[in-house]
């Protein structure tokens, strides 16, 4: 089996030629550095490419001197490297858009906590010469593949980088489920809902649910219940290569979302059926770069209490 990071980059030039921007809507810092970062790329010798809705909203529409519009379609066919500035939600949407088209990513933290934009804004420009001279780190991520069944027939068919939820919906009752793992029945549970996480979602949602912190080189997916009824139902580890059926057996407004970006709404005999995807998502980090240095700072590991 070929190294999946290798093929994440094969036919790609070493030294990328072309470099699509892609950031948060509806945010003045973020215009500035889109700005200033398709600039420098320019000077560099790199054709750049603006996201088409980042540029609508941002003020960047097209500019043949320095830039061009192109949708994520155009950018998975034309880019070398994409790079998001913004938060997490920035980079989850752009990993599901470009996962089939195999673009690396590269993350500039224009957010709050930012597991997966490891470049601090104003480390930006310095890492770029990095970037430019093929001295990035590459780690592979993966996903998962999920489709939502009503009587037999898909409903929906969607990509998650960090999780997919099945939950109680805006209504405060629990709701119940069977689990089911490679066809084999696990357990009926009744609780607020259930999170499939990835090894990349477990620092997210899954995190504050006590679910456990899994390093990405984990070949595993985490399933956490979200308060369950019974104490007894703790959060389960399974293999990455296992096929999980959730079905909702009582519920009253039960709801399925996909790395918190995708929502459908859930009926009874409703089936949610995950597995991971053919896809993963090449995360490109700087020189020095380590997960558990991450960990430190994002979660302040080893920090001093204060002294009031």
Same mark, same amino acid.
């Given at each position: 089996?070929?190294? @999946? %990071? *290798?093929?994440?980059?094969? $036919? &790609? ?5 072309? +470099? #699509? ?82 673009? @690396? %990513? *590269?993350?500039?933290?224009? $957010? &709050? ?5 490891? +470049? #601090? ?89 006590? $679910? ?97």
């Amino acid at each position: 089996m070929s190294d @999946p %990071l *290798v093929s994440a980059l094969a $036919g &790609r030039p070493t030294v990328p030629r072309t +470099i #699509a921007l892609i950031g948060k809507y509806h945010s003045p810092e973020i215009a500035e550095s889109l700005r200033l970062l398709a600039r420098y790329l320019r000077e560099r010798g790199i054709a750049v490419l603006i996201e088409e809705e980042t540029g609508r909203n941002v003020g960047m529409q097209l500019d043949p001197q320095s830039w061009a519009s192109a949708d994520f379609a155009l950018i998975g066919a034309q880019a070398d490297i994409a790079i998001v500035l913004g938060g997490d939600g920035t980079m989850l949407n752009a990993a599901r858009q470009l996962a089939r088209f195999r673009v @690396p %990513l *590269v993350g500039v933290n224009q $957010g &709050r906590l930012g597991f997966m934009t490891d +470049i #601090a804004r104003d480390d930006m420009l310095s890492c770029m010469d990095d970037l430019l001279a093929g001295k990035f780190v590459l780690e592979n991520r993966m996903l998962l593949d999920a489709e939502v069944l009503r009587d037999g027939a898909s409903m929906l068919s969607t990509l998650a980088l960090n999780d997919i939820v099945v939950d109680k919906g805006a209504i405060g009752r629990m709701i119940e489920f069977g689990l089911f793992i490679d066809g084999e029945f696990i357990y009926n549970l009744r609780s607020d809902g259930l999170i499939v996480a990835t090894p990349t979602g477990s620092t997210a949602y899954s995190l504050s649910a006590n $679910g456990p912190i899994m390093h990405p080189q984990v070949a595993g997916i985490a399933l956490v219940p979200l308060c369950p009824h019974a104490l007894t139902n703790r959060p389960i580890l399974i293999g990455d290569r296992s096929e999980i059926e959730i079905r909702i057996i009582q519920a009253t407004d039960s709801r399925a979302h996909f790395d918190g970006q995708v929502t459908v709404d859930l009926k009874r005999d409703d089936a949610v059926r995950i597995r991971r995807s053919e896809y993963s998502i090449c995360f490109l980090h700087p020189p020095g770069y380590s997960y558990f240095a991450m960990l430190r700072q994002k979660l302040h590991w080893s920090e001093q209490p204060k002294v009031h």
